[in-house]
């Protein structure tokens, strides 16, 4: 078979303003970056016809390293969708530099179910990463420099918070110095870097409605304490209005199109596992606006990417799934019933049915929030019939729908199980309304328990002093309202990322509350997470290249 980027060269794609138009969009409202990719003005959504679109959510049980699918298939149930007769999108994050070159490769879909061009949103798309990274290094630069020409006053900055950020896995900066050389240099600081996608920035783009709001946020954001103790925030330095000017039209979301032209908005990129993991809310409503069906995604297992996307994104932004979608392969299902990783690959019914007990945890959980759930299979070519006759028997006991996706080898056409059950799902009522995991007026420990007992399994929750210490700041500032954002490994429920299957009699604990008062959420990070990821051993940047003018290398 051809692989991902010789099956996106051999895609005839139309214009983006014919794709635009497909979908009601006027061409004078596209604004094109080149032939095949738009911003759409965010001022195009409309709240009446968004609450009238169904909106599909594609999570997943816990997946292993080598990924389990998600993007495939949401792209895959939208073809599908639009071959079923319906008015379809999807809507997506967009990938981060950093794992294209180091572990993934790319992060568009694959096969026949992918979005285009994939080289260009694989790498530098439209520039939002790049205005995101900008914009948060701008407000370092800017406060360094509010330091320095404020150093001798008596409540100059004692504490700051802020960190640089980076769209590019390098563990050499998660800690440095920075000031050295002299006073003409700077005032000595120890600081650091995060990876783009895990700036408050970039949480704040994907939640913002509107130019108004995003600034209202960017204003709020939390830069450090002043000697006094009295929080010190962007507003206080006055430079709210220059990073929304950075960031004006890195808001409006993109527009691309699929190997079979089903418009896409692809916009915005958290790591679920370190922030919160969702595309953004003008995306996701302007999909809504102009089509009758949204799939979206949402990043690594249901316990990181749905749980952030119901408890943060659909209570901030109004919206709710009609379904949810549950990604599994065999793969994945063995290895979380104990069998080893190597053999993963192989006929095992025995470790397949062990791994059942990690699909039925999520499927529980996602019932949880009054969900309705379907099973989506995504098939490769080395499973068997066997095998996926009792994945369909479980599912069938369990009370959930089942359908088999093979929308990489055959696109829509190997969607169509999958976007045919997903129809009369939600033509039969679909979910029920959202039941969030906490209140907003639960503690911050609360609802860190709620999630970490109630979802994850957790015996229970264990706080560092760090962590203790900072819950009075948190109050202080207002921000025990906040929704919690948990920062964890994706490979597993616990913080352990061997503790495969369904992790029991664990202790989960918190290591630290960060502040996001911007994205109005709080980061509780547990475990040994790591903003800023590192490279793996062989980083997939060794079989990138440029041969005869096309890129390749990108998967």
Not at 433 to 439: A, K, P, Q, S, V
Request: aromatic residues 8%.
């Amino acid at each position: 078979m051809k692989t991902d980027i010789e099956i996106a060269h051999s895609i005839k794609l139309k214009k983006i303003s014919d794709v635009a138009k497909e979908i009601g969009i006027e061409e004078e409202s596209v604004i094109p970056y080149g032939r095949y990719m738009a911003k759409i003005p965010y001022d195009l959504i409309d709240e009446k016809s968004s609450r009238k679109g169904k909106l599909i959510l594609v999570t997943a049980i816990t997946p292993t390293k080598a990924g389990i699918g998600k993007t495939t298939v949401s792209i895959g149930l939208a073809l599908g969708l639009n071959k079923a007769g319906k008015k379809a999108v999807v809507a997506l994050r967009e990938p981060s530099l950093g794992p294209c070159f180091g572990m993934k490769g790319g992060a568009a879909g694959g096969g026949y179910a992918q979005v285009l061009p994939m080289e260009n949103i694989n790498l530098h798309f439209t520039g939002d990463f790049h205005a995101i990274t900008a914009a948060n290094n701008m407000i370092s630069a800017l406060l360094d420099n509010y330091i320095y020409q404020n150093r001798d006053k008596a409540d100059g900055i004692k504490q700051v918070l802020w960190r640089r950020v980076l769209d590019v896995n390098d563990r050499s900066l998660r800690q440095i110095i920075t000031g050295l050389g002299g006073t003409a240099n700077g005032v000595p600081t120890e600081t650091g870097f995060d990876i783009t996608p895990a700036s408050e920035i970039m949480a704040i783009l994907c939640l913002a409605e509107n130019l108004d709001d995003l600034k209202r946020r960017i204003e709020k954001i939390l830069l450090g304490y002043t000697y006094s103790g009295k929080p010190f925030t962007v507003k206080d330095l006055g430079v709210a209005g220059s990073i929304v000017v950075l960031l004006k039209d890195a808001l409006n979301p993109n527009l691309v199109q699929t190997t079979e032209h089903t418009p896409a908005f692809v916009h915005g990129g958290p790591f679920a596992n370190i922030a919160h993991g969702c595309n953004s809310v003008v995306a996701t409503k302007m999909g809504l606006s102009f089509a009758d069906y949204v799939v979206t995604e949402a990043g690594f297992g249901a316990d990181l990417g749905a749980e952030k996307f119901l408890n943060i994104k659909c209570r901030k932004a109004g919206i709710k799934p009609s379904l949810s979608v549950l990604v599994v392969t065999t793969q994945a299902l063995k290895m979380h019933g104990g069998v080893d990783v190597k053999d993963i690959k192989l006929p095992n019914a025995e470790g397949l049915v062990r791994g059942f007990e990690n699909m039925n945890k999520h499927i529980e959980n996602l019932r949880s929030f009054g969900q309705k759930v379907l099973v989506a299979f995504n098939k490769y070519g080395f499973d068997t019939d066997e095998e996926i006759k009792l994945l369909r028997e479980h599912c069938e006991q369990q009370g959930v729908g089942f359908a088999v996706n093979d929308a990489f080898a055959k696109g829509g056409e190997g969607a169509m199980e999958l976007a045919e059950k997903a129809i009369k799902m939600i033509e039969q009522g679909g979910s029920s309304d959202i039941r969030f995991t906490y209140e907003d007026t639960d503690s911050v420990r609360q609802k860190i328990e709620k999630i970490a007992v109630g979802l994850y399994g957790a015996k229970r929750v264990l706080f560092s002093k760090k962590a203790l210490a900072m819950i009075p700041k948190i109050e202080e500032l207002g921000a025990g309202k906040y929704p919690v954002c948990i920062a964890k490994t994706q490979y597993s429920f616990s913080e352990d990322e061997k503790a495969y299957g369904v992790a029991r009699d664990f202790d989960f604990t918190v290591n630290d509350l960060v502040i996001n008062n911007g994205a109005e959420f709080i980061v509780a990070i547990a475990g040994n997470i790591m903003r800023m990821p590192g490279l793996p051993k062989e980083p997939q940047a060794k079989y990138i290249d440029l041969i005869d003018g096309e890129i390749v290398g990108l998967s």
